[in-house]
Structure formats: structure tokens, C-alpha cells
């Protein structure tokens, strides 16, 4: 059999941590399978699908680097591939399951059924569909019908029974028909509910295998009851854990960003997401962390997806993001570190070639995602250096730092070539001539230059703010010493 799956978004917001991995694992398991990955977009709640969410979907997951082999964009001889349509379908379903009996058309208006619930609940039951209207004569349908009512159409359940699948993550999965109720297939607008136009459509795109989380159990005996009742062969599931945040609760906005495209505007390059969604729930051997996509295409499999809930851990994918980003070749870095600044509003336009390749060199391993482009290369961005308080407050407790930074201004100033090399032989002769120490006449310039006790090295900061610069800031930090220190000192 060859292998067809699919991934199949609501449009109704961004694409989250969950739908993405959702998405990663389906194009994962098609490639290493040398199978067909379908993109499928249920856009049948037409009050919650949105045109915005659909293309902010397409998006993310192009920035993700994720490639589908038919659906919206790229065809495909099974399309369309937007449920809004595929009406014809549904209704073509509709009625082979109504010739068949398993579908009957039911007339309760919302309040009735509200109505039915709250008895169920006053009696102790559970609220469940009771099953009123499956009985309808033919005169009793006309006359609802006569009075304006329009059907939902109900699926017609077993009675007794159990419905059970061998998920190929967690095992057999059975559950009794009793808990189930009879589920709406169509509603009154006359829309498919997920359920039905899910089993219609991946019947029709011939799936093979059904990946996604496992919050679409309890969905699942109900679409193996549609196969069966369509006479269709059910595909393979599996079913992957949920994805915990770090407080073990189910991952949610309360834990901050969870749509890819926020991660992207945080600084995380794709590579580095697709590694790290492929670590949530599944694994190689429990030591290999570092994957690029095509090396997931060729090692992945869904036996080794775990039923264990997966914890989203924000350092890990810190550092699963620095490891990318030292693995690209240098043009490839300057080019995302560039962007990235220009989108944060940057304007790097009056920055030579060799200086925004110099500032990227200078950040080194400090770049662990390209948002320290900003925070660790700030001081190199902006007209004017901000301290940091807790970085500003050691400088003021630096004995004479006024004098060092005076002085290394002076040394700045008459080192007349300014090149990476003459501001070293000028910052260490005078660290000599003084009888300084490196270290204590540097620790001060940083702060001076950056505002930061930790920066990229002292001739490279130096040297990308150039001569200018450079004085003016110690000069402005002597200043600010000299009149804040002695209050400080008390
Ligand atoms: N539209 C459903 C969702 O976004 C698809 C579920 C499935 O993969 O069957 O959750």
C-alpha cells in the first residue's frame, strides 16, 4: 500500500507548536516512506475560517520549510482541497449512508435539544442525543418540514458493540458505542460537521494514514463507524501526545508564544523549530538531538513517536537554535542576522558590506537566536549607548574609572589608523604605560561602550563604533562617573 497522508488545518488562527509538529510529522513520515503528503484545509466552520488564517497557515509552514505534494497551490487529482469545495461530496456521502440507514434526518431546534440535555442532567445522565427522531414516519418528516424545519442529519450508531483501533503509537484503543451518541453528520445550514467531511475527504484522497494529536481520540470511533458504515477500509492512526508546557499543563498562550510565526519574530531560525518539533514525542535513540529536515526525511518513523506527553522546553530550543545558527556558512548568517534587524525596523542602509560582516563576527557564539543580534549587537546599532542599571552600577564602583576612561579615550584618539590591530597595540600600551591591568582597564570600557558588562571583544566594539564614537561614550561615561561615583561611594 502506498503511503498518502495528510495534514488538515481549521483556519481558524495562526499555525500553533502543535499543528506545526502535526504537520512536520506527516511530511516526515511521507518522505521516509517515499509517500504522497496532501495539504487539506477544513474550512467548513465558515464563522470562525478566516482567508487571513489560511494564508498565515501557508506561510508558517513555508517558513518552516515544509513542502506538501498536493493541495492548495499545487493541485493534485484529488482536489479541491478546501472543504468549502467539496459540498458535493458530503452530500454524495450523505446519501449512500441515508440508503444504507445509517443516516436519518432529525428536526429538533436548538432549544429542544437544550432542553432534552437539561432533563438528562436533572435525571443524573449524561446529555446525550436520545435518539428521539430516529424513527420518523414519512408523514412525520413531511410535516416538519411543512413547518419550515430544516434536518440535521444524524448518524445512526450501533447499538451495542465496541469500536476499537490499533493505534500505532499507543496500541489497541477501544471504546463501547453506548458512550457514543448519535452524532450530527450534516447540520441544518446544511455545512458537514468535522467529522463527516474529515472521513468523506480522506476516504476520497485515498489516505492511508491518519497522523495528529491526541486530542482527536474520542473523534476516532466515531469516523471508524463512517468508514464502516460507508464500506470504506479505515485507514492507519496515530496518534501523537499532547504537548505540555513547562508547568506540565497543556501548552497554551498562558505559556507564551506558541504560533511559529512568533518564534520566527523571536529570533528562531526554521531549521531550529523543525528540529525541535521533531523532538517533541519523537526520537532517534535518546541522544542525537541535532537534525537538519532532509536527515529527518531519511531517519524518521512513527514507531518511534512516544505516547509520553511532550514538554516544551524553551532553553532546549535556545539551544537546539544556536547550534544552527554556528552551522551556517557565514554569508548565510549575515543574511538572517539582516533581515532580522531590518524587519525590527534597523535601518542598516548606511552600513558598509564589511561592517555588518565584521558586527556578525564580533556577536560569535552570542547569537544563540538572532533577537541578540539586537540585544548583544545593540550597542553597535544605536546613535546612543543604554546602560544597563546593574551594569552601570559596578562601573561606579570602579576606583579612578573616570581616569582609565579618559585616558583610553586619549588612546583611542591618537591612534590614527584605527584599524582592528592598532586599537589593540594602543588599548595594551597603554594598559602598560599605566601599570594597569587589561582587565581592569577594559571592564569599565565595556560598560562605557555598551552599557553591558558582557559584549562581544573590547577592539572588535571598539573598532565597529568607530574612532568617534568611541570617545565621545568614554568620555560621556568619565563624565557621568566623576559626578555620580562620589555620592555613590557615600
Ligand atoms: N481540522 C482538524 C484540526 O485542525 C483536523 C484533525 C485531523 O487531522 O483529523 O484539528
Sequence with gaps: MSVRVRFAPSPTGFLHVGGARTALFNQLFARSQGGVFVLRIEDTDTERSTDTSTQAIFDALRWLGLTWDEGPGVGGEHGPYFQSERGEHYLAALRRLEAAGAAYPAYETPEELEAMREAQTQRGESPRY????????????????????????????PASGETAWDDIVRGRI?????????????????????????????????????????????????????????????????????????????????????????????????????NFLALLGWALDGKTELFTLAELERVFTLERVGANPAVFDTAKLEWINAQHLKRLAEPDRIARVTAFLRARGHDLS??????????????????KTLADAETVGGFALAEDVTYEPDAWASLLQRPQADDKLTALAGAIAADSEGSLASIEA?????????????????????????????????????????????????????????????AAAG
Design 130 to 157: 436520545d435518539g428521539r427522531a430516529r424513527d420518523l414516519s414519512g408523514a412525520e418528516r413531511a410535516a416538519f418540514e411543512a413547518a419550515g424545519r430544516r434536518p440535521a442529519w444524524r448518524f445512526r450508531l
Design 350 to 367: 548606511g552600513r558598509s558590506e564589511a561592517w555588518i560582516r565584521e558586527f556578525v563576527h564580533a556577536l560569535g557564539d552570542r547569537l
Design 174 to 274: 477501544a471504546f463501547q458505542n453506548e458512550v457514543l451518541d448519535d452524532f450530527v453528520l450534516v447540520r441544518s445550514d446544511g455545512l458537514p460537521t468535522y467529522n463527516f467531511a474529515c472521513v468523506v475527504d480522506d476516504i476520497a484522497m485515498r489516505i492511508s494514514h491518519v497522523v495528529r494529536g491526541d486530542d482527536h481520540i474520542s473523534n476516532t470511533p466515531r469516523q471508524l463507524l463512517i468508514y464502516s458504515a460507508l464500506a470504506a477500509a479505515p485507514p492507519r492512526f496515530a496518534h501523537a501526545s499532547m504537548i505540555l508546557g513547562p508547568d506540565g499543563k497543556r501548552l497554551s498562550k498562558r505559556h507564551g508564544a506558541t504560533s511559529v510565526e512568533a518564534f520566527g519574530e523571536q529570533g528562531i531560525v526554521p531549521e531550529a523549530m523543525v
Design 426 to 486: 594602543a588599548i595594551r600600551a597603554l594598559a602598560a604605560e599605566r601599570g594597569i591591568k587589561f582587565g581592569d582597564l577594559v571592564a569599565p570600557a565595556r560598560v562605557a561602550l555598551t552599557g553591558r558588562s558582557a559584549s562581544p571583544g573590547i577592539f572588535e566594539v571598539v573598532h565597529l563604533l568607530g574612532r568617534e564614537q568611541s570617545m565621545a561614550r568614554l568620555r560621556a561615561a568619565a563624565a557621568r562617573w566623576a559626578a555620580e561615583a562620589p
